[in-house]
């Protein structure tokens, strides 16, 4: 080959190395202009999610709406905002408080084992009851299964005392307690379903109709803040004479028979 075309063949060589060198750099910079491009995007729908996220944060929610509402007390109770519960026969000369949380899973664990022997020392008029609700997890696991559930609680009240010691008894049950993180409370409609169980509640339309238009939702959130002022910082909690039963561990509620029995006979001859 002469040197001429030698020359010549270095030449194209370096032309084609020019030119795909320049297609490179092209394609490069393509490349990192769609990815800043996306980065863009992504950083803009970012914003507009904490923007809209914080938005509805500061938009009233329902129950914060609730709160603000007129206050309905169910009947069967007394005290300021009606949030005295206390129920039973007039003889029985002690009272047995019961602090509980209706998402509780302690609480249910506590009504299946030790519920029914509860029952039967109130009906015994061993003591009277007064119930003290929370809604406590519905912050700590987020949703609203325990207002709504604890203001069902009330349109029960609304209609007897045994009537929400039996539907308490039912959302409590094996069968129709949810996980703590289910929130299947915040139904209308479970709640419902769970109260159809109770005699006095199925089919009872005054009952639904106060479920369903969120009648003592208002008294729920007032009932809550009576729980939240007492000092009790779990459920569920037991007193008399405002000493706390424990069981035989000497720290939490009595979670069974026995152990209840044993504290609840030594609260009353207290």
């Not at 029914?116 to 015994?124: G, I, N, P």
Request: net charge positive; charged share 25%; glycine share 8%.
């Amino acid at each position: 080959m002469s040197k001429r075309n030698s020359a010549a063949a270095k030449t194209a060589a370096r032309e084609r190395l020019r030119i795909e060198r320049e297609r490179e750099a092209k394609r490069a910079k393509v490349k990192r202009q769609i990815i800043v491009a996306c980065s863009v995007v992504g950083v803009l729908a970012t914003a507009g999610g904490i923007g809209y996220a914080v938005v509805q944060a500061n938009k009233p929610g329902y129950w914060e709406d609730a709160a603000k509402a007129k206050l309905v007390a169910p009947a069967n109770t007394s005290g300021k905002n009606g949030t005295t519960v206390v129920m039973g026969k007039a003889s029985a000369k002690k009272t047995l408080v019961m602090y509980e949380d209706p998402r509780c899973p302690i609480c249910a664990s506590f009504e299946q084992t030790v519920g029914a022997t509860v029952k039967s020392d109130y009906d015994a008029g061993k003591f009277k009851l007064q119930y003290v609700g929370a809604t406590f997890l519905d912050d700590s696991l987020t949703g609203e299964g325990s207002k709504n559930a604890l203001s069902a609680l009330g349109a029960a009240l609304n209609v007897s005392p045994e009537a929400f010691l039996e539907y308490k008894t039912a959302l409590y049950s094996a069968k129709y307690h949810p996980e703590e993180t289910e929130d299947k409370f915040k139904d209308d409609s479970y709640l419902i379903k769970v109260a159809d169980t109770v005699s006095a509640l199925k089919g009872n339309a005054k009952f639904q109709s106060a479920v369903k238009n969120g009648t003592y939702d208002r008294w729920a959130l007032e009932m809550s803040k009576t729980f939240d002022k007492s000092g009790v910082s779990g459920t569920p909690t037991l007193k008399m004479d405002g000493k706390t039963l424990t069981g035989s561990d000497g720290k939490n509620a009595p979670m069974t028979v026995a152990d209840f029995t044993t504290a609840v006979d030594a609260a009353l001859k207290g």
